[in-house]
């Protein structure tokens, strides 16, 4: 894989955050711009990274599977993550995790048909008072997910996907 110009310039404003020895420091942050770029993190994107920060590939796929919010496939233009810890468990995350792939007629980790919603369940989102919460494409948090509330969510994803 190459790496556009436009990625390398990202990169190395990433890169600049730290001491000139440490360009790895960045692997998170390059590995969220690929991601972002290309929906997923792929085997050749890693290397790419890899090569680009001078380290080992494997250093970068240790990162990249070692942390959830990394897609290592393609997935769904709106990626749904419901928590299902102990705290949002005894206050229905498990069951919102249910409805909604219920209501999408998707397993947990599946992908719609129409490659529109990916849903899965995640690991503590620190939000445990507010539960049961979710996280929408990495980025944003949504709380108090009653089955009203993710109809709702659904509801307007599919509209603004229009």
Do not use: W
């Amino acid at each position: 894989m190459m790496l556009s110009e436009e990625t390398k310039a990202r990169f190395a404003r990433e890169v600049a955050k730290y001491p000139a020895d440490q360009a790895q420091s960045a692997v998170m942050a390059c590995l969220s711009i690929v991601q972002q770029e290309q929906g997923h993190v792929s085997a050749e994107s890693e290397e790419a990274i890899a090569s680009y920060l001078g380290m080992a590939p494997i250093a970068v796929r240790e990162v990249t599977t070692f942390y959830n919010m990394y897609n290592q496939q393609p997935v769904g233009k709106f990626k749904l993550n419901v928590c299902t810890n102990l705290p949002c468990q005894l206050r229905n995350g498990q069951q919102a995790l249910e409805h909604l792939c219920h209501k999408l007629g998707i397993e947990d980790g599946g992908t719609t048909p129409d490659g529109m919603f990916t849903v899965a369940k995640c690991e503590c989102l620190g939000a445990c008072a507010d539960a049961p919460v979710m996280l929408v494409n990495d980025r944003q948090m949504v709380s108090y997910m009653s089955n009203e509330r993710l109809d709702e969510l659904v509801d307007v994803l599919k509209a603004q996907a229009k």
